[in-house]
């Protein structure tokens, strides 16, 4: 893989400029600085290999050259969009289930909010990050690791949460720049729209856990209140893309995307 190959995989599709690398810090810190210098939406960062790839909550995320996807793609908000910035995580989530079964026939999950689940291991994860000059958006990168072969999988003694690749699912090769291009025109097309309900419809529809026990913890560093988690039975969305939790009162509680820790109990 090199930048020959990525440019032509990714040939018709609105990508006006891409920056690969062999091995790369991490390719969202240099779409974000990129983002900075003022871009086009559509510019794509990739790299084959991360030395320091970050996953959420400060985690660490790792890519080794030749067995997965770590990209980070360049968006550009328009103002009306602001409020829904929290969407951009689903989207990259959704825009990957949407790939994997149009070419592969899967049948991926998503937990909320935007972790790609297969048999229950999860083979993706994103990384929202937003740049502001003041009150204005710059923009925001979507930063997607895919783990497509088996020797990208992590043991289950390294991570939270049990980890897969797609071709573990598949049984089978997996063509990396296949996945790349199938991710990116989904992502496209539902970029030509707005996020509204059939976004909202087609992600419920992937939703794991859904009727089942779960808690939510927020983020030690996010906190901002005494209430360290939230434990019911996960009933759905509403219509702004919070988890909604019926606790054991009966009552439902809307848990907002941001930076909290979904599990099933
Ligand atoms: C997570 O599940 O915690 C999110 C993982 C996101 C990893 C991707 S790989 C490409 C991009 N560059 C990074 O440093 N992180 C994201």
Known sequence: MNEETVKSALDG????QV??????SSTNDVALQWVSEGVQEGCL????????????FGRRWVTQPEDSLAFSIIMKPRAEEIPQLGLFSPLGALAICQALEADWRLKPLIKWPNDVLLSGRKAAGILVEVVWSGNDLQGLVIGIGLNIAPSSVPPDEQVLYPATCVEQAVGGAVDRMQALRSILAQLFRWRAQPLGEVFFAEWQKRL??????????WDAQQRDSEEPSVRGVFVGLDQTGNALIRLPSGEKRAVSVGDVHFRPV
């Open 13 to 16: 599709l609105p990508v006006p």
């Open 45 to 56: 960062v990739m790299a084959d290999a991360q030395t320091q790839g970050r996953g959420r």
């Open 19 to 24: 920056r690969w690398f062999d091995s790369i």
């Open 208 to 217: 794991a856990f859904l009727g089942e026990s779960v808690q939510i913890d």
